[in-house]
Protein backbone atom coordinates (compact mmCIF):
# COMPACT_ATOMS: atom_id res chain seq x y z
CA UNK A 1 0.00 0.00 0.00
CA UNK A 2 1.32 3.52 -1.08
CA UNK A 3 1.92 5.81 1.71
CA UNK A 4 -0.53 8.59 1.75
CA UNK A 5 0.67 12.25 1.96
CA UNK A 6 -1.14 15.18 3.33
CA UNK A 7 -0.66 18.00 5.56
CA UNK A 8 -2.26 19.26 8.33
CA UNK A 9 -3.36 22.44 9.73
CA UNK A 10 -4.00 21.70 13.85
CA UNK A 11 -1.74 23.96 15.41
CA UNK A 12 -1.02 27.67 16.27
CA UNK A 13 2.34 26.86 14.22
CA UNK A 14 0.50 26.02 11.06
CA UNK A 15 -0.96 29.17 10.65
CA UNK A 16 1.52 31.41 11.69
CA UNK A 17 3.71 30.97 8.61
CA UNK A 18 1.26 32.15 6.35
CA UNK A 19 -0.45 35.93 6.18
CA UNK A 20 -3.46 37.19 7.97
CA UNK A 21 -5.60 40.20 8.05
CA UNK A 22 -8.62 40.83 10.46
CA UNK A 23 -7.99 37.11 11.65
CA UNK A 24 -7.05 35.57 14.99
CA UNK A 25 -5.07 32.23 15.90
CA UNK A 26 -7.63 30.14 18.42
CA UNK A 27 -6.80 26.93 20.40
CA UNK A 28 -9.17 25.36 17.51
CA UNK A 29 -7.86 27.61 14.47
CA UNK A 30 -8.30 30.50 12.86
CA UNK A 31 -11.18 32.59 13.61
CA UNK A 32 -12.05 36.18 12.45
CA UNK A 33 -11.34 39.40 14.47
CA UNK A 34 -14.10 40.84 17.28
CA UNK A 35 -15.08 44.13 16.51
CA UNK A 36 -12.44 45.23 13.76
CA UNK A 37 -13.85 44.22 10.29
CA UNK A 38 -16.78 42.45 9.18
CA UNK A 39 -14.16 40.05 7.05
CA UNK A 40 -10.85 38.94 7.03
CA UNK A 41 -7.95 37.07 4.56
CA UNK A 42 -5.36 34.58 5.45
CA UNK A 43 -3.11 32.45 2.80
CA UNK A 44 -1.33 29.59 3.92
CA UNK A 45 2.40 28.97 3.09
CA UNK A 46 3.02 26.84 0.05
CA UNK A 47 2.66 23.22 0.12
CA UNK A 48 5.46 21.41 -1.26
CA UNK A 49 4.31 17.63 -2.77
CA UNK A 50 7.71 17.45 -4.16
CA UNK A 51 6.48 15.68 -7.66
CA UNK A 52 6.30 17.98 -10.65
CA UNK A 53 2.63 17.94 -12.14
CA UNK A 54 1.82 16.15 -9.04
CA UNK A 55 -2.58 15.66 -8.71
CA UNK A 56 -3.62 16.85 -5.63
CA UNK A 57 -5.95 14.71 -4.34
CA UNK A 58 -8.89 16.77 -1.55
CA UNK A 59 -9.14 18.79 1.16
CA UNK A 60 -11.52 17.80 4.32
CA UNK A 61 -12.30 21.11 6.32
CA UNK A 62 -13.62 21.23 9.85
CA UNK A 63 -15.18 24.55 9.94
CA UNK A 64 -18.22 26.61 11.93
CA UNK A 65 -19.80 28.68 9.50
CA UNK A 66 -23.07 30.31 9.03
CA UNK A 67 -24.41 29.75 5.57
CA UNK A 68 -22.12 29.54 2.54
CA UNK A 69 -21.62 33.56 2.56
CA UNK A 70 -19.87 33.10 5.54
CA UNK A 71 -16.50 31.16 4.27
CA UNK A 72 -14.67 31.12 0.93
CA UNK A 73 -11.76 29.08 -0.17
CA UNK A 74 -9.67 30.00 -3.23
CA UNK A 75 -7.16 26.96 -3.92
CA UNK A 76 -3.92 27.82 -6.15
CA UNK A 77 -1.31 25.64 -7.70
CA UNK A 78 1.34 25.98 -9.85
CA UNK A 79 4.94 24.27 -10.85
CA UNK A 80 6.93 27.04 -10.03
CA UNK A 81 7.73 28.78 -6.40
CA UNK A 82 8.50 31.64 -8.36
CA UNK A 83 6.28 34.88 -9.78
CA UNK A 84 6.99 37.45 -12.29
CA UNK A 85 5.88 40.79 -10.86
CA UNK A 86 6.87 43.76 -12.53
CA UNK A 87 9.52 42.41 -14.65
CA UNK A 88 10.69 41.05 -11.24
CA UNK A 89 11.00 37.31 -10.47
CA UNK A 90 9.81 36.62 -6.76
CA UNK A 91 9.16 33.86 -4.45
CA UNK A 92 5.13 33.49 -3.30
CA UNK A 93 6.59 32.87 0.14
CA UNK A 94 7.79 36.27 0.36
CA UNK A 95 4.86 37.59 -1.74
CA UNK A 96 2.56 36.07 0.93
CA UNK A 97 4.51 37.21 3.91
CA UNK A 98 4.67 40.76 2.60
CA UNK A 99 2.60 42.95 4.68
CA UNK A 100 3.33 46.07 2.01
CA UNK A 101 1.24 44.00 -0.30
CA UNK A 102 -2.43 44.44 -0.01
CA UNK A 103 -4.72 41.28 -0.10
CA UNK A 104 -6.49 43.36 -2.90
CA UNK A 105 -3.28 42.89 -4.80
CA UNK A 106 -2.19 39.83 -3.80
CA UNK A 107 -5.37 37.76 -5.48
CA UNK A 108 -4.71 39.62 -8.06
CA UNK A 109 -1.50 38.44 -8.52
CA UNK A 110 -2.20 34.60 -7.91
CA UNK A 111 -5.61 34.45 -9.97
CA UNK A 112 -4.35 33.43 -13.04
CA UNK A 113 -3.23 30.08 -11.04
CA UNK A 114 -6.40 29.65 -9.44
CA UNK A 115 -7.90 26.06 -9.45
CA UNK A 116 -10.77 26.14 -7.40
CA UNK A 117 -13.08 28.14 -5.91
CA UNK A 118 -15.74 27.43 -3.02
CA UNK A 119 -18.08 28.92 -0.66
CA UNK A 120 -17.98 26.83 2.78
CA UNK A 121 -15.92 23.22 1.86
CA UNK A 122 -16.57 20.76 3.86
CA UNK A 123 -14.81 17.75 1.64
CA UNK A 124 -13.72 18.67 -1.77
CA UNK A 125 -12.24 16.40 -4.64
CA UNK A 126 -9.35 18.97 -6.24
CA UNK A 127 -9.49 17.68 -9.64
CA UNK A 128 -8.02 20.50 -11.33
CA UNK A 129 -5.18 21.06 -8.91
CA UNK A 130 -2.18 19.80 -10.65
CA UNK A 131 0.96 20.82 -9.94
CA UNK A 132 3.61 20.24 -6.88
CA UNK A 133 2.70 23.72 -4.88
CA UNK A 134 -0.37 24.41 -3.07
CA UNK A 135 -1.80 27.22 -1.30
CA UNK A 136 -5.12 28.60 -0.14
CA UNK A 137 -6.58 32.12 0.31
CA UNK A 138 -9.41 31.95 2.97
CA UNK A 139 -11.67 34.10 3.62
CA UNK A 140 -14.04 34.94 6.11
CA UNK A 141 -17.40 37.19 6.73
CA UNK A 142 -19.42 38.40 9.95
CA UNK A 143 -23.10 37.21 9.24
CA UNK A 144 -25.91 38.80 11.43
CA UNK A 145 -22.98 39.05 14.44
CA UNK A 146 -21.80 35.48 13.98
CA UNK A 147 -18.10 34.86 13.63
CA UNK A 148 -17.00 32.00 11.34
CA UNK A 149 -13.98 30.11 12.27
CA UNK A 150 -11.66 27.25 10.97
CA UNK A 151 -11.25 24.06 12.99
CA UNK A 152 -9.03 21.86 11.01
CA UNK A 153 -7.60 21.18 7.64
CA UNK A 154 -6.54 18.17 6.04
CA UNK A 155 -4.91 18.52 2.37
CA UNK A 156 -4.10 15.04 0.79
CA UNK A 157 -1.10 15.44 -1.74
CA UNK A 158 -1.88 12.04 -3.18
CA UNK A 159 -3.99 8.94 -3.36
CA UNK A 160 -3.83 5.10 -4.45
CA UNK A 161 -6.12 6.08 -7.60
CA UNK A 162 -8.44 3.38 -7.81
CA UNK A 163 -8.20 3.65 -11.84
CA UNK A 164 -4.61 2.05 -11.81
CA UNK A 165 -6.11 -1.14 -10.99
CA UNK A 166 -8.18 -1.58 -14.08
CA UNK A 167 -7.08 -2.34 -17.64
CA UNK A 168 -4.86 0.50 -19.46
CA UNK A 169 -7.65 1.10 -21.91
CA UNK A 170 -9.78 3.04 -19.03
CA UNK A 171 -6.47 4.67 -18.48
CA UNK A 172 -5.78 6.37 -22.16
CA UNK A 173 -7.99 7.78 -24.87
CA UNK A 174 -9.53 10.55 -22.66
CA UNK A 175 -11.67 8.13 -21.03
CA UNK A 176 -9.06 8.60 -17.86
CA UNK A 177 -10.20 12.08 -16.64
CA UNK A 178 -13.85 11.22 -16.41
CA UNK A 179 -13.56 7.89 -14.69
CA UNK A 180 -10.41 9.33 -12.32
CA UNK A 181 -13.08 12.07 -10.95
CA UNK A 182 -16.01 9.53 -10.91
CA UNK A 183 -13.64 6.49 -9.21
CA UNK A 184 -12.14 9.51 -6.90
CA UNK A 185 -15.44 9.83 -4.79
CA UNK A 186 -15.60 6.07 -4.30
CA UNK A 187 -11.89 6.33 -2.99
CA UNK A 188 -12.43 8.83 -0.41
CA UNK A 189 -14.88 7.51 1.25
CA UNK A 190 -12.70 3.85 1.27
CA UNK A 191 -9.81 6.40 2.23
CA UNK A 192 -11.66 7.94 5.69
CA UNK A 193 -12.65 4.13 6.41
CA UNK A 194 -9.06 3.19 6.38
CA UNK A 195 -8.09 5.91 8.43
CA UNK A 196 -10.68 5.43 11.09
CA UNK A 197 -9.45 1.84 11.05
CA UNK A 198 -5.97 2.57 11.30
CA UNK A 199 -6.54 4.89 14.22
CA UNK A 200 -9.59 3.16 16.18
CA UNK A 201 -6.56 2.25 18.82
CA UNK A 202 -6.82 5.50 19.68
CA UNK A 203 -10.54 5.26 20.64
CA UNK A 204 -9.91 3.35 23.58
CA UNK A 205 -7.83 6.16 25.38
CA UNK A 206 -10.73 8.40 27.21
CA UNK A 207 -8.42 11.35 26.52
CA UNK A 208 -8.29 11.26 23.01
CA UNK A 209 -11.39 9.02 22.09
CA UNK A 210 -13.94 10.79 19.83
CA UNK A 211 -16.81 12.40 22.48
CA UNK A 212 -19.41 10.05 21.02
CA UNK A 213 -17.44 6.92 21.92
CA UNK A 214 -17.01 8.20 25.18
CA UNK A 215 -20.48 6.55 26.08
CA UNK A 216 -19.26 3.09 24.71
CA UNK A 217 -16.43 3.19 26.56
CA UNK A 218 -18.44 3.86 29.67
CA UNK A 219 -20.89 1.08 29.35
CA UNK A 220 -17.69 -1.40 29.26
CA UNK A 221 -16.29 -0.72 32.59
CA UNK A 222 -20.12 -0.43 34.06
CA UNK A 223 -20.92 3.46 33.75
CA UNK A 224 -24.70 3.54 32.71
CA UNK A 225 -25.53 7.37 33.46
CA UNK A 226 -22.44 9.02 31.30
CA UNK A 227 -24.54 11.21 29.62
CA UNK A 228 -25.40 13.06 32.87
CA UNK A 229 -21.82 13.79 33.07
CA UNK A 230 -19.81 16.38 31.44
CA UNK A 231 -17.41 15.61 28.52
CA UNK A 232 -13.84 16.42 30.17
CA UNK A 233 -15.30 15.07 33.74
CA UNK A 234 -16.11 11.82 31.99
CA UNK A 235 -12.76 11.31 29.84
CA UNK A 236 -10.75 11.89 33.40
CA UNK A 237 -12.91 9.15 35.51
CA UNK A 238 -12.54 7.10 32.57
CA UNK A 239 -9.18 7.30 32.19
CA UNK A 240 -8.51 5.26 36.21
CA UNK A 241 -11.55 3.74 36.13
CA UNK A 242 -10.48 0.04 35.99
CA UNK A 243 -8.53 0.23 39.39
CA UNK A 244 -11.33 2.28 40.83
CA UNK A 245 -13.79 -0.85 39.68
CA UNK A 246 -11.54 -3.02 42.36
CA UNK A 247 -13.23 -1.47 45.28
CA UNK A 248 -16.73 -0.66 43.72
CA UNK A 249 -19.31 -0.55 46.31
CA UNK A 250 -17.00 1.00 49.31
CA UNK A 251 -17.16 4.22 50.45
CA UNK A 252 -13.67 4.87 49.13
CA UNK A 253 -15.16 4.74 45.53
CA UNK A 254 -18.46 6.51 46.34
CA UNK A 255 -16.20 9.61 47.55
CA UNK A 256 -14.17 9.56 43.94
CA UNK A 257 -16.92 9.12 41.76
CA UNK A 258 -19.27 11.84 43.33
CA UNK A 259 -16.07 14.21 43.67
CA UNK A 260 -14.84 13.46 40.07
CA UNK A 261 -18.53 14.76 38.87
CA UNK A 262 -18.77 17.93 41.31
CA UNK A 263 -15.06 18.74 41.38
CA UNK A 264 -14.40 18.48 44.67
CA UNK A 265 -14.55 16.14 47.93
CA UNK A 266 -18.26 15.20 49.16
CA UNK A 267 -18.77 15.14 52.94
CA UNK A 268 -20.00 11.43 54.03
CA UNK A 269 -21.74 11.08 57.00
CA UNK A 270 -22.29 7.15 57.91
CA UNK A 271 -24.69 6.25 60.64
CA UNK A 272 -21.88 4.45 63.07
CA UNK A 273 -20.31 7.80 63.09
CA UNK A 274 -23.41 9.04 65.05
CA UNK A 275 -23.29 6.05 67.58
CA UNK A 276 -20.53 8.38 69.36
CA UNK A 277 -23.27 10.71 70.48
CA UNK A 278 -25.63 8.02 72.11
CA UNK A 279 -24.95 9.36 75.57
CA UNK A 280 -26.32 12.67 75.03
CA UNK A 281 -30.05 11.62 74.68
CA UNK A 282 -30.81 15.27 72.80
CA UNK A 283 -27.98 15.55 70.45
CA UNK A 284 -28.23 11.91 69.63
CA UNK A 285 -31.89 12.06 68.20
CA UNK A 286 -31.15 15.43 66.56
CA UNK A 287 -28.55 14.25 64.53
CA UNK A 288 -30.73 10.49 64.01
CA UNK A 289 -33.29 12.97 62.60
CA UNK A 290 -31.43 15.09 60.45
CA UNK A 291 -28.94 12.62 58.82
CA UNK A 292 -29.96 8.79 59.44
CA UNK A 293 -32.46 6.88 60.31
CA UNK A 294 -31.25 3.43 60.42
CA UNK A 295 -27.76 1.49 60.23
CA UNK A 296 -28.10 1.05 56.08
CA UNK A 297 -28.61 4.85 55.62
CA UNK A 298 -25.62 7.35 54.69
CA UNK A 299 -25.72 10.55 54.25
CA UNK A 300 -23.71 12.82 51.20
CA UNK A 301 -23.18 16.34 51.73
CA UNK A 302 -22.35 18.32 48.72
CA UNK A 303 -21.79 22.43 48.34
CA UNK A 304 -24.51 24.00 46.39
CA UNK A 305 -21.21 25.70 44.38
CA UNK A 306 -20.31 22.63 43.06
CA UNK A 307 -23.76 21.76 41.23
CA UNK A 308 -25.44 25.20 41.17
CA UNK A 309 -27.98 24.03 38.68
CA UNK A 310 -31.28 22.07 39.32
CA UNK A 311 -30.53 19.89 36.29
CA UNK A 312 -26.92 18.67 37.87
CA UNK A 313 -28.10 18.39 41.44
CA UNK A 314 -30.52 16.18 40.08
CA UNK A 315 -27.89 14.43 37.51
CA UNK A 316 -25.76 13.61 40.93
CA UNK A 317 -28.81 12.54 42.63
CA UNK A 318 -29.23 9.76 39.48
CA UNK A 319 -25.49 9.10 39.60
CA UNK A 320 -25.71 8.08 43.19
CA UNK A 321 -28.70 6.25 43.29
CA UNK A 322 -26.78 4.17 40.20
CA UNK A 323 -23.19 3.43 42.53
CA UNK A 324 -25.15 2.76 45.68
CA UNK A 325 -24.72 -0.40 47.01
CA UNK A 326 -28.16 -2.39 47.09
CA UNK A 327 -28.46 -2.80 50.93
CA UNK A 328 -27.36 1.21 51.33
CA UNK A 329 -29.44 3.96 51.25
CA UNK A 330 -27.75 7.32 50.76
CA UNK A 331 -29.30 10.28 51.01
CA UNK A 332 -28.36 13.46 49.08
CA UNK A 333 -27.84 16.64 51.11
CA UNK A 334 -27.14 20.05 49.20
CA UNK A 335 -25.86 22.85 51.65
CA UNK A 336 -26.59 26.48 50.52
CA UNK A 337 -23.93 29.12 51.26
CA UNK A 338 -25.38 31.12 54.11
CA UNK A 339 -26.91 30.74 57.47
CA UNK A 340 -30.39 30.20 57.53
CA UNK A 341 -32.93 28.55 59.58
CA UNK A 342 -33.87 25.12 59.76
CA UNK A 343 -30.79 24.34 57.94
CA UNK A 344 -27.46 22.36 58.36
CA UNK A 345 -24.34 25.25 58.53
CA UNK A 346 -20.86 24.23 59.02
CA UNK A 347 -18.41 26.29 59.73
CA UNK A 348 -15.45 26.45 57.11
CA UNK A 349 -18.33 24.96 54.28
CA UNK A 350 -21.06 26.73 53.88
CA UNK A 351 -21.12 29.55 57.10
CA UNK A 352 -21.30 32.95 55.40
CA UNK A 353 -22.96 35.65 55.34
CA UNK A 354 -25.23 36.68 52.79
CA UNK A 355 -26.72 39.54 51.21
CA UNK A 356 -30.35 40.83 52.85
CA UNK A 357 -33.37 40.74 51.11
CA UNK A 358 -36.72 42.64 51.65
CA UNK A 359 -39.98 39.99 51.84
CA UNK A 360 -41.55 40.61 48.41
CA UNK A 361 -45.00 39.30 47.79
CA UNK A 362 -44.72 39.31 43.93
CA UNK A 363 -45.93 35.62 43.25
CA UNK A 364 -42.87 34.04 43.29
CA UNK A 365 -41.93 33.62 47.00
CA UNK A 366 -43.83 30.82 49.25
CA UNK A 367 -43.86 29.96 52.62
CA UNK A 368 -44.05 26.12 53.13
CA UNK A 369 -47.49 24.39 53.52
CA UNK A 370 -47.45 23.07 57.09
CA UNK A 371 -50.01 20.51 55.82
CA UNK A 372 -47.70 19.74 53.05
CA UNK A 373 -44.73 19.00 54.93
CA UNK A 374 -46.77 16.91 57.25
CA UNK A 375 -47.97 14.23 54.03
CA UNK A 376 -44.02 14.32 53.03
CA UNK A 377 -43.19 14.02 56.52
CA UNK A 378 -45.70 10.93 56.72
CA UNK A 379 -44.57 9.32 53.17
CA UNK A 380 -40.88 9.59 53.95
CA UNK A 381 -41.63 7.81 57.22
CA UNK A 382 -43.80 5.08 55.64
CA UNK A 383 -40.44 4.50 53.17
CA UNK A 384 -38.49 4.22 55.98
CA UNK A 385 -40.48 1.18 57.85
CA UNK A 386 -40.69 -0.57 54.70
CA UNK A 387 -37.03 -0.20 54.68
CA UNK A 388 -36.44 -0.82 57.83
CA UNK A 389 -39.00 -4.42 57.07
CA UNK A 390 -36.72 -4.86 53.70
CA UNK A 391 -33.07 -4.71 55.94
CA UNK A 392 -34.76 -7.44 58.32
Request: glycine share 8%; with cysteine; hydrophobic share 40%.
Amino acid sequence: MDQLRYFVFNKKKDYEFGYRKDIRITKQGLALEEGVSDSGVFISRLLDSGEEGNQWHRAVIESEGYGDDSIRFYFYCSDDPQVSVDGRECYWEEIIGNREISPEKKHSLMEPFLVHNVANPQDIMLYHARGRYLWMEIQLFCQAGFLPEIHHMKLYAGNRSFLSYLPMIYQTGGREDFLGRFLGMFEAVYQDLEERIADSARQLDPMAAEPEFLRWLARWVGIFDAHLWHEQKLRFLLEGIVKKNLIRGTREYMEHMIGTFTGERPFFLEYGEIEQYRGNDRAYQSLIRSYAHGPYEVSVLVREQAVPSLREQYALKKMIENIQPAHIRMHLIILRPGIYLGQNVYAGVNSMLVAYEHANLNGVAAIPSIVGAAEAGAEEEKKDEEFEKLSI
